[in-house]
């Protein structure tokens, strides 16, 4: 027992390094340096407008001084034969990343259900995209080969993408595995076995009995397998929130942390392509080593009791013992067309029905972040340092978060589901509080503060926003991971992934749009409280138990029926 315990937390260890490892690359590259670092690659490119003769100098200036923004003449790179906006070849080179993202996650769906190949897809594509990120200290903008930034950004976000669907496919095994819920797990099993002798002694009694007791006693049994079997879906519904928010705030932290120390080059290089090429490649350097113990620790074949040929689908290839990846790269895209078909989505409705609000809600928590960035930039007037000060503050509230949100689960008794919900509606009431800034612009009001148009609030909200985004990224996918079919968690976190990522382009393309038409970005705070409250009614309808019950009894066969 002590020998199952030790390895248990060798896994865990294992899967928490690596959440340690790679939500930096998000926090310090994706979302902050990278964008900025691909549009400094192609303005150093670039040439002004209209003549295109001259040299771009930078679109952004930052004067030592006080840091302000001087903007200059339109700059485009020509890629091919085409001339592109500097600012645009950034968006373009994230849209094609989304793109293959997605297109990645389908076709290892299917090989990273199979637990001798999951560690290899993981560390694989963890490999893929640390080197790619690294590469950027060895590739300056005034080499020839500039343009190799766009495939390397490309090629990490894949990576990452891909890496982390993996990972979230260890999450249900190791609920499972916790020795909280193996003490409730055998409990369950020696009632049930006590339960049949007595059903046993039952069937040879003497039926005549008249003792007015017996057929209490009888079911007392019975009763206590249905409360434990309850405690199991409650304790293993717990545990799994609390695994995913303690991988949400470890990531954070190491986030946090890298990206302190990456600020200190980019304020003395006064944000020179050098300095911003070092903080893509820390990412890069961080995501690799702190990789190391997920590669020591995690299962991979070597542990897995379940022969090869458990795992296919196929009856041929199972009776043949044969394995073949172009095969089940081919299946998983078979497979997702067949789990998107109504008849299927009918039998895992509450499955289905919680990705359609993840899709509202996804996007709606980005968009959030980005139009809030924007706003404080274009209406608040905000510095980029100001800018800068409130991205260390919201995943430091969400490392606080994430980790306050079980313990007050477990105080109230609160399912995941619920809390998923009052974070929902928590997170509504930042955009809701920017619409009333209207209430003063109306009235002509003098008093500078309330409805978000203070500097202040800004940091205020940060605060509150991170401490909401990290607790409900943690339960999103924990909530998940109730409703998925055993043995096919990668390949819903696929779909999870796919959900997210695949809706990505919907809030901000609608801010846009609305910016551009009102001339008032805080119109869009109007739009953003009714796309995360449309998926409120949707959560509501969310029966977990069925869905639970949905999922353990589905399976799939090539034919496209499933029994259950």
């Not at 749009?513 to 959560?539: C, E, H, K, Q, S």
Request: hydrophobic residues 45%.
């Amino acid at each position: 027992m002590l020998s199952d315990s030790k390895l248990y937390k060798k896994k865990l260890h294992g899967w928490l390094s690596y959440a340690f490892a790679s939500e930096v690359f998000v926090i310090v590259s994706l979302t902050l340096f990278l964008p900025i670092c691909l549009e400094q690659f192609a303005r150093d490119n670039g040439f002004l407008l209209p003549d295109r003769t001259e040299r771009c100098s930078p679109v952004v200036k930052l004067d030592a001084r006080d840091a302000t923004p001087i903007p200059d003449a339109r700059c485009v790179v020509k890629i091919g034969w085409l001339w592109i906006d500097s600012a645009s070849f950034s968006l373009y080179v994230y849209s094609i990343s989304v793109a293959l993202q997605a297109i990645t996650v389908i076709s290892m769906g299917g090989i990273a259900d199979h637990p001798p190949h999951r560690k290899m897809l993981l560390l694989m594509f963890a490999l893929l995209g640390a080197i790619s990120a690294t590469i950027f200290l060895l590739l300056p903008s005034s080499s020839p080969l500039w343009f190799l930034s766009a495939p390397l950004a490309v090629c990490a976000n894949v990576g990452f993408g891909a890496s982390v669907v993996a990972m979230n496919a260890y999450l249900p095994t190791l609920a499972k595995e916790s020795p909280e819920v193996q003490e409730i797990l055998e409990d369950l099993g020696s009632k049930q076995d006590s339960s049949t002798a007595l059903d046993g002694q039952e069937h040879h009694s003497d039926m005549g009995s008249e003792h007015p007791d017996s057929p209490l006693i009888l079911r007392a049994p019975s009763d206590e397998v249905e409360d434990l079997k309850a405690r199991y879906d409650a304790e293993l519904s717990r545990v799994t929130s609390r695994i995913s928010s303690l991988g949400i705030a470890m990531g954070y932290g190491a986030g946090i942390f890298l990206l302190i120390i990456a600020l200190i080059p980019v304020t003395m290089l006064h944000g020179s392509t050098f300095s911003l090429r070092l903080a893509i490649g820390l990412s890069g350097i961080w995501w690799a080593v702190f990789s190391i113990p997920a590669a020591l620790w995690l299962p991979g074949a070597e542990s897995s009791r379940i022969p090869a040929t458990a795992w296919s689908d196929d009856a041929d290839t199972a009776s043949s013992g044969e394995w073949s990846t172009r095969r089940e790269i081919v299946k998983a895209w078979k497979r997702l067309g067949s789990m998107l078909r109504w008849g299927e989505i009918k039998k895992l409705r509450n499955t289905f029905k919680y990705l359609a609000a993840w899709f509202l809600l996804s996007d709606g928590f980005t968009t959030i972040t980005s139009t809030a960035i924007l706003f404080g930039k274009t209406t608040l007037n905000m510095q980029p340092s100001a800018l800068i000060l409130i991205g260390v503050l919201t995943p430091t509230s969400g490392i606080l978060g994430s980790l306050a949100w079980p313990v007050l689960q477990r105080r109230y008794g609160w399912t995941n589901l619920k809390v998923i919900v009052i974070l929902v509606v928590m997170a509504s009431a930042i955009p809701a509080y920017g619409c009333l800034g209207f209430l003063q612009v109306f009235q002509g009001g003098s008093t500078r503060f309330g409805g978000l148009t203070t500097q202040g609030e800004m940091f205020g909200l940060a605060v509150y926003f991170g401490s909401v985004y990290g607790a409900f990224q943690g339960y999103a996918r924990a909530f998940y991971a109730e409703l998925l079919p055993p043995g096919e968690e990668a390949r819903w976190y696929g779909l999870f992934s796919i959900t997210d990522k695949s809706s990505s382009f919907l809030g901000p393309l609608i801010v846009g749009i609305i910016a551009d038409t009102t001339g008032n970005i805080r119109y869009a705070f109007f739009f953003l409280v009714i796309m995360i409250w449309i998926a409120v009614p949707i959560l509501m309808v969310v029966d977990v138990e069925k869905g639970r019950k949905d999922a353990r009894e589905y399976r799939y066969s090539v034919t496209g029926v499933h029994s259950t």
